[in-house]
């Protein structure tokens, strides 16, 4: 929902800011107030083509920031994918437009291109009117709509549909499988004899996951061994002097101290002997190893063996395992094809069946309730001034299966007698169109999940009666939703929730528009204005207070 609408040097506004509610929000005033400029600065906040005429003279800038307190599933996954945070759950949408014809945008204070806010403006506001485009203008919508509107009046439609809709992702899956044999077999005579010789080589080798790691490490000691033994064999020659070592020439001097009279040296010759033991161990423990070159060489050869077919295949070693787990499966896919084709085939055969079956049952469904939406449709339009216009459901078969059925659905109207149907974006007039998408909105019931609906023009053309028909209509359509609605319709604005009224002041050499909020007398008042002008008369303030529905 559209919470307010910060507005800086947007043609004659200098500085706004409206807040706005759930319900009918009407926007009225005298005619040149600046009733327009509130859409284009609007506009211009959800992604609108700018126009430096938008800013105000003798101005270099001007900005626009809208506030939405809430928004739909398509909304926010649109906002996840570009990194966008709502975890406040606000969304600020603003815009600023220079001189030199830049604009730049930002949401939640990201930067953000013109094509980002127009796609994020789009799922939180449509507006209807005669220059612009909304959802129900496109054909591509109407089965959504159909769907949303049958389903909610009928327990067996949404059923059926449920059953197609998993009937078909049951075929797609089934078909894609087939198509990928298919592909598969179709290169089989020239894959197979690749397949046979890589899964040869793959299990003759047969690596395992971080054995190259393993056989590295192995390696690496191996060779460290090797490059050592030459200098332990140094070492061990040094230990040696005119062959005896340096253990027995140390014990040779402990004997000769055991000669001296009552052993005055013995704490001596026993530090002797520990010295020549440890250097004995020490010689013993530096004695080189043998190592194993055939090892050295199996292990490099293997290594060689699996890196060439990690380089040969483009992906690391331990992924070796499973690429020949993968080439068996094709193979395998490949020798057993005919088996694989016949049970695919017959596969999608049965889903292909199934999902006719509930699409059949569909498509009979919606012919009926086609029926039902046209005749409440027409119900509708004599009240709103379209008694010559009709309208129709137009149903045809697809080409192929879809995941909405076996038909295409498109709205279609035709505004005289005699004239052929045509599509809702033909129509010429802008209060026509805007009526005739009350009209749809209030039949299929569907505010469009926190989508702000804004509707100018609604009332050209029409008064009395038909007027208090459309403010009926829109107090019935608000009262699920949020709508916004420039009027000059009295009838209208008598069912406003909130009621804003624009002016315009000139001091000196300046011209400023301002929206002020108005209750009670004020509203009254503006009522009584555009029933009876620039003079107001107590007949027109007392027909005023019986058109405000909640006075």
């Not at 307190?69 to 603003?94: A, M, V």
């Not at 004997?255 to 001596?268: A, F």
């Not at 004239?419 to 809702?424: E, I, K, N, R, Y």
């Not at 008064?463 to 709508?483: C, D, F, W, Y």
């Given at each position: 929902m559209l919470v307010s609408?910060?507005v800086f040097?947007?043609v004659l506004?200098?500085?706004?800011?409206?807040?706005?509610?759930?319900?009918?929000?009407?926007i009225?005033g005298?005619?040149?107030?600046g009733?327009?400029?509130?859409?284009?600065a609007?506009?211009?906040?959800?992604?609108?083509?700018s126009?430096?005429?938008l800013?105000?003279?003798?101005?270099d800038?001007?900005?626009v920031?809208a506030t939405f307190?809430s928004f739909n599933?398509e909304?926010k996954q649109?906002l996840?994918?570009n990194?966008?945070?709502?975890s406040d759950g606000?969304?600020?949408l603003?815009r600023?437009?220079?001189t030199?014809?830049?604009?730049?945008?930002?949401?939640n204070?990201?930067?953000?291109?013109i094509?980002?806010l127009?796609?994020?403006?789009?799922?939180l506001v449509?507006?209807?009117?005669q220059?612009e485009?909304n959802s129900?203008?496109?054909?591509i919508t109407?089965?959504?709509y159909?769907d949303?509107?049958?389903?909610k009046?009928?327990t067996e439609?949404?059923?059926?549909?449920?059953?197609?809709r998993?009937a078909?992702?049951?075929?797609?899956?089934?078909h894609k499988?087939?198509?990928?044999?298919?592909?598969v077999?179709e290169k089989s005579?020239?894959?197979?004899e690749?397949?046979?010789h890589s899964v040869?080589?793959?299990?003759k080798?047969n690596?395992?996951?971080g054995e190259?790691?393993?056989?590295?490490?192995r390696?690496?000691?191996l060779?460290?061994?090797e490059k050592?033994?030459?200098i332990?064999?140094?070492?061990q020659?040094?230990?040696?002097?005119?062959?005896?070592?340096?253990d027995?020439?140390i014990?040779?001097?402990?004997?000769?101290l055991?000669?001296?009279?009552?052993?005055v040296?013995?704490n001596?010759?026993?530090?002797l002997?520990?010295?020549?033991d440890?250097i004995?161990?020490?010689?013993?423990s530096?004695i080189?190893?043998q190592?194993?070159?055939?090892?050295l060489?199996?292990?490099?050869?293997?290594?060689?063996a699996i890196?060439?077919l990690?380089?040969?295949y483009r992906i690391?070693?331990d992924?070796l395992?499973?690429k020949?787990k993968?080439m068996?499966?094709?193979?395998?896919?490949?020798?057993?094809?005919?088996?694989?084709l016949k049970k695919?085939?017959?596969?999608e055969?049965?889903a292909?069946l199934?999902?006719k079956?509930?699409?059949?049952?569909?498509?009979?469904?919606?012919?009926?309730?086609?029926?039902?939406?046209r005749?409440?449709?027409?119900?509708?339009?004599?009240?709103?001034?379209?008694e010559?216009a009709d309208?129709q459901?137009q149903?045809s078969?697809t080409e192929k299966p879809?995941?909405?059925?076996?038909?295409?659905?498109?709205?279609l109207?035709?505004?005289n007698?005699?004239?052929?149907?045509?599509?809702?974006?033909k129509?010429?007039?802008?209060g026509?169109l805007?009526?005739?998408?009350?009209a749809?909105?209030?039949v299929l019931n569907?505010?469009?999940?926190?989508i702000?609906?804004?509707f100018d023009?609604?009332?050209t053309g029409?008064?009395?009666a038909?007027?208090?028909?459309?403010?009926?209509?829109l107090n019935?359509l608000?009262?699920e939703g949020?709508?916004l609605?420039?009027?000059?319709s009295a009838?209208v604005?008598?069912?406003?929730?909130?009621?804003f009224k624009?002016?315009k002041?000139?001091?000196?050499?300046?011209?400023?528009?301002n929206?002020?909020e108005?209750t009670?007398?004020?509203?009254?008042?503006?009522i009584a204005r555009?029933i009876?002008?620039?003079?107001?008369?107590?007949?027109?303030i007392?027909?005023?207070?019986?058109?405000?529905k909640?006075?």
């Amino acid at each position: 929902m559209l919470v307010s609408l910060d507005v800086f040097n947007i043609v004659l506004i200098e500085k706004l800011n409206i807040q706005f509610s759930t319900g009918l929000n009407v926007i009225t005033g005298e005619t040149g107030a600046g009733k327009s400029i509130l859409l284009d600065a609007l506009g211009l906040a959800i992604g609108a083509r700018s126009d430096i005429s938008l800013i105000r003279s003798g101005c270099d800038k001007a900005s626009v920031a809208a506030t939405f307190n809430s928004f739909n599933k398509e909304c926010k996954q649109l906002l996840e994918e570009n990194d966008i945070d709502t975890s406040d759950g606000n969304l600020i949408l603003r815009r600023t437009l220079q001189t030199d014809g830049k604009s730049k945008a930002w949401i939640n204070d990201t930067p953000v291109s013109i094509k980002v806010l127009k796609e994020v403006g789009t799922k939180l506001v449509e507006v209807h009117s005669q220059f612009e485009t909304n959802s129900l203008l496109d054909d591509i919508t109407h089965i959504q709509y159909f769907d949303n509107y049958a389903s909610k009046i009928s327990t067996e439609y949404a059923t059926i549909l449920h059953n197609v809709r998993n009937a078909y992702s049951n075929y797609s899956e089934v078909h894609k499988k087939l198509i990928d044999l298919q592909n598969v077999l179709e290169k089989s005579e020239l894959e197979k004899e690749f397949l046979e010789h890589s899964v040869t080589e793959l299990r003759k080798i047969n690596p395992q996951i971080g054995e190259e790691d393993i056989l590295n490490d192995r390696r690496t000691l191996l060779m460290n061994i090797e490059k050592n033994s030459a200098i332990l064999k140094d070492a061990q020659e040094a230990l040696n002097i005119n062959g005896k070592t340096i253990d027995e020439y140390i014990c040779s001097v402990a004997h000769i101290l055991e000669r001296t009279k009552e052993n005055v040296y013995e704490n001596q010759i026993s530090k002797l002997y520990d010295v020549a033991d440890t250097i004995s161990n020490i010689a013993q423990s530096i004695i080189p190893e043998q190592t194993d070159i055939n090892e050295l060489d199996s292990i490099e050869e293997r290594l060689f063996a699996i890196r060439g077919l990690a380089r040969k295949y483009r992906i690391a070693s331990d992924e070796l395992p499973n690429k020949l787990k993968q080439m068996e499966e094709q193979l395998s896919i490949i020798n057993n094809s005919d088996t694989e084709l016949k049970k695919y085939t017959k596969q999608e055969s049965e889903a292909l069946l199934t999902y006719k079956q509930y699409a059949t049952q569909l498509s009979n469904l919606r012919q009926i309730i086609a029926s039902k939406l046209r005749e409440n449709i027409l119900k509708e339009l004599p009240d709103l001034k379209l008694e010559t216009a009709d309208f129709q459901v137009q149903l045809s078969s697809t080409e192929k299966p879809t995941y909405c059925g076996q038909d295409n659905i498109c709205f279609l109207i035709r505004t005289n007698p005699g004239s052929p149907f045509a599509q809702l974006s033909k129509i010429a007039s802008g209060g026509e169109l805007a009526r005739l998408m009350l009209a749809l909105r209030v039949v299929l019931n569907d505010t469009n999940d926190n989508i702000s609906l804004v509707f100018d023009e609604i009332d050209t053309g029409i008064s009395g009666a038909t007027a208090s028909a459309v403010g009926q209509r829109l107090n019935k359509l608000a009262s699920e939703g949020q709508i916004l609605v420039i009027t000059h319709s009295a009838q209208v604005a008598g069912f406003a929730d909130k009621h804003f009224k624009i002016s315009k002041h000139t001091d000196k050499d300046s011209t400023i528009t301002n929206v002020q909020e108005i209750t009670e007398e004020d509203r009254i008042n503006e009522i009584a204005r555009i029933i009876s002008g620039a003079t107001i008369t107590p007949e027109s303030i007392a027909s005023a207070k019986t058109l405000i529905k909640n006075i």
